[in-house]
């Protein structure tokens, strides 16, 4: 489960701050979405996810955002801490489908 | 409970070889799903298996293969192995029951195709 990709998009953000990761998806039947976190050395763990029949989940400092109509996914990380380090990934899934396509990944770096 | 296990954790191989993979889902989950992570690729959807049977199937050729055991164990065999085939591969389990559902992934097995 290391780092993934030598050009992943990263987002470097200060310890405190709020954290905003984007995802963009281009299935219109994609019905639910999950987002992960990847730390080095493990698999994905899972943070938060969302069906298409919402726009907004709230979680542990934690909050996904789902527009159907431009296809756009995002997750917020309050307060952000050093321990969100990490490689995140958003995933998604057709409508009665146990097959999921995950995004390239975002890299967030927490600045302490 | 104890999460999805992967075993083994690190493989070298050369090209041409076969290897097997091996993974244990969370107890009581009965979907198991295989993936290939490549820096280049990224995460790529390669079967789910439910009930002994393949559920989903990704685009992969038919060199990759699967089982599922009646104890939900699931195995991914990789025949005539390729350079390109150097990965980390990733199996996850769900329960199940209900289709797209939360699946929680193990630590991966990283093989090396020399």
């Known amino acids: 489960g290391e780092s993934v990709g030598l050009h992943l998009p990263t987002l470097s953000v200060q310890e405190g701050d709020n954290s905003i990761i984007n995802c963009a998806y281009s299935?219109?039947?994609?019905?639910?979405f999950i987002w992960y976190k990847q730390e080095s050395g493990k698999g994905p763990q899972f943070i938060i996810d969302?069906?298409?029949?919402?726009d907004k989940r709230q979680g542990q400092r934690v909050t996904v955002l789902l527009n159907k109509t431009v296809k756009h996914l995002s997750l917020q990380i309050a307060a952000t801490q050093p321990g969100d380090s990490a490689v995140y990934f958003c995933?998604?899934?057709?409508?009665?489908?146990?097959?999921?396509?995950f995004g390239s990944g975002t890299k967030l770096n927490v600045k302490p | 409970k104890a999460g999805v296990t992967q075993t083994p954790r690190y493989l070298i191989k050369t090209r041409g070889q076969q290897v097997t993979l091996s993974c244990s889902p969370i107890?009581?989950?009965?979907?198991v799903s295989w993936y290939q992570q490549t820096p280049g690729q990224g995460l790529q959807f390669l079967f789910e298996?439910?009930?002994?049977?393949?559920?989903n199937k990704g685009n992969f050729p038919g060199r990759f293969s699967g089982r599922q055991f009646s104890n939900s164990r699931s195995e991914m065999n990789v025949s005539t192995l390729e350079l390109g085939d150097s990965a980390l591969y990733l199996c996850?389990?769900?329960?199940?029951?209900?289709?797209?559902?939360?699946?929680?992934f193990g630590p991966g097995t990283r093989l090396l195709v020399l």
């Open positions: 996850a389990s769900s329960p199940g029951d209900v289709l797209t559902e939360t699946q929680y």
């Open positions: 299935n219109s039947a994609s019905d639910y």
């Open positions: 969302i069906r298409s029949n919402m």
């Open positions: 995933a998604e899934t057709p409508y009665n489908f146990n097959k999921f396509y």
């Open positions: 107890s009581g989950h009965r979907s």
């Open positions: 298996y439910f009930s002994e049977t393949q559920r």
